[in-house]
């Protein structure tokens, strides 16, 4: 057997209060795409931060081996001197910087004569690096605020080249990209196992786990559950066996090593609204237009008209750039784009929307993509972060009730199962699904009459992704509108009464349930592109 490039060895690592990995074992083969997976929390992140000096030496138990030789990585720097160069979820680039120069940040192309950056080396080095991942068609010197997410993420890839990698982790890699961009990736980690370069994937989309991966280690609760081979029956090589089904893992072994048991459903049972108003339009946006914030000559959103019913969930999907957050984002208080005309009518009757707190005092509640930017307070506690937008509703003689805003966040942390010990933790520590159960907590207190939901479970375990789906349906069988934004298709279709689809900021379908399938949803989502190209 090919000795592994890769070996950590009863990893234990500790917070306060808190054992965040506890005797981990991980083995990777040269060559080899090795997924991790594990609900949030289970400490995946935790994991990787040990193997790439984020978490130095001595701040943790157990050894970590690279090509046969112990390490102590002390920081990052250390780690990718040696090759192994993690990207995180969140990309680390500098949006006004070119590509050539995010690329080599920090690795500069230096002339030996002069010992300054050699402009023309760099730009020559990146137009090669680039060409590598697929972008061989872009200038070094564009700015990355000039290209798309799914771009972006070569980018990094291209940085992690730049710096000789022979270990290579990807955090959610695909978490923020449509079908074809994460195709796009999926086939260059192919290309990298068949170059030599080992990689690690942490992803929460089983599919494309099955589609690349050649092992996969499941974490539970900080610990090693098993590691199973993804291609010869799934055959389990520690742990409780294996249960590949048709040659292969299948999607509902891997979810039984990740919760501890069978998820015999991906989503809830729908219940109905029995209300007298059921059925009701509580939403209607009318010819609603809206420019780029910069480019005024680029509609974002062009002329789009929807209607939401009480006690209905009506899904919006589209390619990258098809308009869905930007429609949402302008929709709530104008927080995106320069509005240009339409009407938002709540219940009959026209909504002030011009700024946020117009769109809450009307009812409207928009939970965002980017839950850490724009949806949380991550230095302050779940307690705040859930009573801040209804704080009027805890006043007492002219200043907040804190027994009263301590009960209802307790009220929250339990009925929404938000995995903390206690309501006064720092939001910014807990996992990213028990993150956006805060986020929908907060909104759920406010008791709006419509909820914009933008990539509710983006980034999120599987566990998770369905105690959210319950509370979506709870809040629709209240006689919420909800419209819910999402790029994984198979959500939609489990989750919405009807589907909207957008394309270049224009409606280009509205399908129901009944008729509703990824091929139909796909054949509206590029009418646009087809029309045009």
Known sequence: MTAPVLEM?????????????ADVGLTVAPGEIHAVCGENGAGKSTLMKVLSGVHPHGSYEGEVLFEGEPCAFRDIRA???????IIHQELALVPYLSIAENIFLGNERASRRLK???WNETLRAAAELLRRVGLGAEKPQTRIADIGVGKQQLVEIAKALSKEVKLLILDEPTAALNDED???LLDLIREFRDQGIACILISHKLNEIRQVADRVTILRDGRTIETLAVRDGGGAEDGDGGGGEGGGLSEDRIIRGMVGRDLDHRFPERSHYRGADAGTVALAVEGWTVRHPIDHER?????VSIEVRRGEIVGIAGLMGAGRTELAMSVFGRSYGRYEAGVVRVDGREADVHTV?????H????VTEDRKTYGLNLIDNVMRNITLPSLPKLRRRGAVDEHEERRVAEGYRRSMNIKTPTVFETVGRLSGGN???VVLGKWVHADPEVLLLDEPTRGIDVGAKYEIYTVIDQLAARGKAVVFISSELPELLGMCDRIYTMAAGRLTGEVPRAEATQEVLMRHMTTHVRNDG
Do not use: H, N, W
């Not at 060895?9 to 990995?21: D, E, H, Q, W, Y």
């Not at 780690?79 to 160069?85: L, P, Y």
């Open 9 to 21: 060895r009863s990893i234990t690592k500790t917070f306060p209060g808190v054992t965040a990995l």
């Open 79 to 85: 780690s990718e001197a040696r090759g192994i160069v």
């Open 116 to 118: 300054v950056v050699s």
């Open 182 to 184: 994460s195709r796009k």
């Open 299 to 303: 509609k974002v959103v062009d002329d």
């Open 357 to 361: 707190p117009d769109a809450v005092r």
């Open 363 to 366: 009812g409207i509640a928009y």
């Open 435 to 437: 993150q956006q159960k």
